[in-house]
């Protein structure tokens, strides 16, 4: 099908089929996507797409994937998707993430690896995330206020520029990382390596997983 006819099209499927724009070489989403109000998963990844229309964000999605695609940018209303539980926007050019983002409040599943990302907005630690994937980004820093995602289970950050931890936690010239503490996240890829998280950032909850 053509990407042209595939506008045409949306506003008539029912909403299982609004999965179906996956791999279309879509380089727009029609606006009368708008009409498929009962659509809960909406699958856009490997597409060519540059933007999301906001009204997207009208949709009663709890599962959005646009990853594999061009996006410099995420609708500034995309807080109005209040039932979103999973939000997949890797592999695109984003350089950075909506404050917006900080009113998903039923987000658990939030991928944004492989942009082009140099900080990440402290609202994201007002969310109950599960896993954050923010790997293969330019991310320097982690905000402390992230000690407040009490739910997070899994965090991958490797392949990031990370200062983490300082000197004085690393030791000195050619020691080994020390070993986070019982029930401390776990550690940070970072381009030299693994890190551990500094104490001064660790949480109050279980393990986090990091995958190198």
């Known amino acids: 099908m053509a990407a ?22 879509l380089r727009s989403v029609p606006p009368a996507i708008a009409n498929l109000q009962a659509l809960a998963h909406l699958d856009l990844s490997r597409n060519q797409l540059s ?20 996006l410099a940018q995420l ?16 592999c695109n050019r984003l350089r950075a993430l909506p404050p917006g983002l900080g009113q998903l409040r039923a987000l658990r599943d939030l991928n944004v690896r492989r942009n082009q990302l140099a900080a990440l907005p402290e609202e994201l ?38 200062q983490f931890p300082p000197a004085q936690v690393r ?9 986070p503490k019982s029930g ?4 940070f890829g970072g381009h030299g390596g693994n890190l551990g998280c500094p104490p001064s950032l660790n949480p109050p909850f279980g393990t986090v997983s990091v995958h190198g």
């Open 4 to 25: 042209g006819a595939v506008g045409t099209v949306t506003a008539e499927l029912p909403p299982p089929l609004g999965r179906l724009l996956y791999h279309n070489c």
């Open 75 to 90: 609708p500034p209303n995309l807080g109005a998707l209040r039932t979103l539980r999973q939000l997949d926007v890797g």
């Open 184 to 187: 401390a996240w776990g550690h």
């Open 171 to 179: 030791g000195g010239p050619g020691d080994p990382p020390r070993p």
């Open 125 to 162: 630690s007002e969310l109950p995330l599960v896993r954050l994937d923010f790997s293969c980004n330019r991310v320097v820093a982690i905000p402390r206020c992230f000690r407040r995602l009490r739910h997070l289970q899994i965090l991958l950050a490797d392949n990031n520029p990370l």
């Open 51 to 70: 933007s999301l229309p906001a009204c997207l964000c009208l949709l009663p999605l709890r599962v959005l994937n646009a990853s594999n695609n061009r």
